[in-house]
């Protein structure tokens, strides 16, 4: 085939393709005319890694750290590589189009999604989605910036109206998108679910086309996120390319080709939409992948397990270290928490995949060490219960897991005709997007069954979560009924109910047979209203774990610290706590972790904490820490990674990608962290973290870019040269300390006597750089003047770069502050654009 000529092809097609090629096909693939050469495209989700096509019995993938880990690498060429290792792994799914960088902000500590984001200052969140993107799409695959914009809350997300001033939302919230569009040109942009201003995103002409394409000259193809479109004429007339999934809700071809006839929309508008489509099928040819390819597990490798702990690695601040680490091998040593044996690899929602791996905590550190680790518990750290299947044998097969039989008709029924057979191990059963041929409708019935034994007498809870209908057996007696009552939680994307529990004594030794008799979303009792429905069969999550008493949890923990010279205590969150589709209602640890870490550190004070958690926590002991560790959603190699830290075979060197307040309380978004009356007003404006506590001067648990190393470094010979166009800065960097390391320079700009409130300093510039004992650099900042000193004026409509005095600030955080010059800028200009 000769080169695929966009204007040709696009005059070839008729009237009913063209509408076509504007929505997808099913969840996860566009439309295809095979006669004039155009594919399927495959999409993808991306946040964590690339998921491939199903939610239900995925293939395993790679596993990434969290947006906010990842941003807290500091370290632009790393990002650039892990972004390639995304595009390896898409390749490897037969996907085109991974749908990531998540690019939204973090304005308070409470956001589902927050995890996925980078982080609260825009100039490092633009930085990082800008190093990403051109890694995913240095391998052909393309990128997708996301969710534009404003989408930086779940509450209510598909109708909340974002309030938000002009200057705020071009300083703080259009600005990763701008400079990830200048630094790296992404091949797609996904708009948010919410309102911005009283229109939905879209559907608005002024963000899609007025400043995405006009103003920033960007030229590539506009989705909207799963169900997020909400009309047909306007979405098209301004902008929106492709919705999202298909089958259609608003693109039937029929009814839009007579509005088409009729003059109702106006031809053009079909071909510019159908257009910018073509664009994409035109840069995803170059990957050569075959149309609906087949989805390989195949790049488990030892080079991507290499770059995954790597990159974990680098991540992790350490917050605080009165001479407890680096650890000593020899030393004996506790694991203890309710993350240590527990690998909270992910948050949830689009961002949760099956991983090829996972290494808890106690795993890695275990393995640096000639015998094994004491080990406690202290404290459950789980919403719901553990998972069940990993604790059952199946039947038939003798492996772990169970048998699940798929039927037309219910239990009840005195024929069934089995339509489906299944052998797996996950507790977690999403079924959004099963299909099978013999099935005509998405309601249908599954019988799970799997045989139980356990190590030891006792109560045992069992747990069931679902959206549809669900009953647990235990040797045929009804334990869990979550069929015939049913109450409203926060599983399924919000769609699903709480957890039903049921609890049974059992004998250790005694084998239990295990059945849950499962209806599909359609035989749900509940409505759902206000959620973005997923459609297809529903799920059910499956719970199981031993009850626990929690002071005799503590107590055993507090015995065990008692025994050894250092405690490694895990604690923090995981996908249950941080998720998609809801938000935190505050900013506590599970229940119990305070006092399970009050109690160790009293028992052993040298307790090392070690904190995962996508977002801020509050740590009410954290003046009575020796070692406070953020390893945050760690992906695959995390175990491995904290245990390189701990024991000092990679110094520590991640720097905090937001401020971790101390109470709730002080957030800046504390009033304003919800919708109500289907509007969220961003009263916070332009001071949004660390911009935030510095202008009321309130102290912080822990500030923006901080985040300590085993060695140390010096900071000197600051040197400024300007230009009428370009802030060129210099500075010599030495380390100081006993042992190699990585360090982070942060250049941040003050503006002095402006006319307008300014932040008392902005990130404009950082530079990741990695010296032996001794050795000394010199860093360069080269940055364009004018995106360092403005601000966006309303009035002009326009940036200001305005005249006045500056102060460049080196930084080895928002708060420590060692070097600073002046300089003068003479002349007021504005400018608009990328």
Not at 457 to 477: H, M, N, P, R, W
């Amino acid at each position: 085939m000769g080169e695929f000529d966009i204007e040709q092809v696009l005059s070839q097609l008729t009237l009913h393709e063209k509408i076509s090629l504007l929505s997808g096909i099913d969840f996860w693939h566009t439309f295809p005319v095979h006669r004039l050469d155009i594919p399927s495209l495959r999409f993808s989700d991306g946040p964590n890694g690339v998921r491939g096509t199903k939610f239900f019995n995925g293939v395993p993938s790679a596993c990434f750290p969290c947006g906010t880990a990842l941003a807290s690498t500091f370290d632009k060429q790393l990002l650039l590589d892990i972004g390639r290792l995304m595009g390896e792994e898409a390749i490897h799914k037969s996907v085109h189009v991974v749908l990531g960088p998540t690019t939204n902000m973090q304005r308070g500590p409470l956001g589902g999604r927050g995890f996925e984001s980078f982080s609260e200052d825009p100039y490092l969140a633009g930085m990082a989605s800008a190093s990403i993107i051109n890694g995913i799409q240095d391998k052909k695959v393309a990128a997708t910036i996301k969710h534009f914009v404003g989408n930086d809350l779940e509450d209510q997300r598909n109708s909340s109206n974002s309030i938000i001033t002009e200057r705020a939302l071009r300083e703080i919230y259009l600005e990763p998108f701008r400079i990830a569009v200048k630094l790296s040109n992404p091949m797609a942009v996904m708009t948010g679910y919410n309102r911005l201003n009283g229109e939905h995103v879209s559907q608005s002409e002024k963000l899609l086309q007025d400043i995405l394409r006009d103003e920033w000259k960007w030229d590539g193809t506009i989705m909207s996120d799963w169900f997020g479109t909400y009309s047909t004429k306007e979405a098209l007339a301004n902008g929106l390319d492709i919705e999202m999934p298909g089958p259609t809700r608003f693109r039937n071809p029929d009814p839009v080709a007579h509005s088409v006839n009729t003059k109702e929309l106006h031809s053009k508008v079909i071909d510019e939409r159908a257009r910018n489509v073509l664009k994409l099928i035109k840069y995803t040819k170059m990957l050569n992948l075959p149309e609906n390819g087949p989805e390989s597990d195949s790049n488990n490798t030892p080079q991507t397990q290499k770059l995954l702990k790597e990159v974990a690695a680098d991540s992790i601040v350490l917050l605080k270290n009165e001479d407890v680490l680096p650890l000593n091998k020899n030393s004996s040593i506790a694991v203890i928490g309710p993350n240590a044996k527990y690998a909270a690899y992910c948050g949830g929602g689009s961002a949760a995949l099956r991983s090829y791996y996972s290494v808890t905590p106690f795993e890695g550190i275990a393995k640096k060490m000639t015998s094994s680790p004491k080990y406690a518990l202290g404290a459950m750290g789980v919403k719901s219960l553990q998972g069940l299947a990993e604790n059952l044998t199946n039947p038939f097969t003798g492996k772990r897991g169970y048998n699940m039989k798929f039927f037309k008709e219910p239990s009840s029924s005195s024929h069934r005709e089995l339509v489906d057979e299944l052998n797996l191990d996950l507790s977690h059963v999403f079924l959004a997007d099963y299909k099978n041929p013999k099935l005509d409708s998405n309601l249908y019935f599954i019988d799970f069954e799997g045989d139980l034994v356990v190590n030891e007498s006792g109560e045992y809870a069992f747990g069931i979560s679902v959206y549809g209908t669900a009953q647990l057996f235990v040797d045929g007696k009804l334990l869990v009924d979550n069929k015939t009552s049913q109450s409203r939680g926060d599983s399924f994307f919000n769609s699903g109910t709480s957890e039903k529990k049921g609890t049974i004594f059992l004998e250790k030794g005694k084998e239990y047979k295990i059945r849950v008799e499962f209806g599909s979303a359609p035989s749900y009792t509940l409505v759902n209203a206000g959620v973005v429905e997923f459609g297809g069969g529903g799920g059910v999550n499956l719970g199981f774990s031993k009850v626990y008493e929690k002071d005799e949890e503590i107590k055993k923990a507090v015995e065990v610290a008692k025994s050894v010279d250092n405690v490694v205590l895990c604690i923090g969150l995981n996908q249950e706590w941080e998720s998609e589709s809801f938000d935190r209602p505050d900013m506590n640890l599970p229940p119990n972790t305070d006092e399970l870490v009050e109690a160790v550190i009293n028992a052993n004070p040298n307790t090392i904490v070690v904190n995962q958690s996508g977002t801020p926590v509050e740590l009410p002991w954290v003046s009575k820490a020796k070692g406070l560790i953020q390893a945050w959603f760690g992906g695959n190699e995390l175990g491995n990674a904290l245990a390189d830290v701990l024991f000092g075979d990679t110094n520590p060197s991640g720097k905090l990608s937001l401020s971790f307040p101390k109470v709730l309380e002080d957030n800046p978004t504390y009033l304003n962290f919800k919708t109500e009356m289907g509007r969220v007003l961003y009263g916070e404006d332009i001071y949004i973290g660390y911009r935030f506590y510095q202008k009321m001067r309130r102290d912080v648990a822990f500030p923006f870019g901080f985040g300590l190393s085993y060695t140390s470094f010096g900071y000197s010979d600051l040197n400024i040269e300007l230009s009428e166009d370009k802030l060129d800065v210099t500075i010599k960097v030495k380390n100081n300390g006993p042992y190699k390391g990585k360090d982070v320079p942060q250049l941040y700009i003050s503006a002095l006597n402006s006319a307008v409130s300014r932040p008392v300093r902005e990130l404009k510039g950082f530079e990741k750089i990695e010296l032996e004992s001794g050795e000394s650099t010199l860093v360069h900042f080269d940055l364009p003047l004018k995106e360092c000193i403005s601000y966006f004026d309303e009035y002009m409509n326009q940036w200001c770069a305005e005249a006045g005095a500056y102060t460049v600030e080196i930084g080895k955080s928002s708060e420590d502050i060692v070097l600073h010059s002046d300089f003068a800028v003479k002349e007021t200009t504005y400018w608009l654009g990328a």
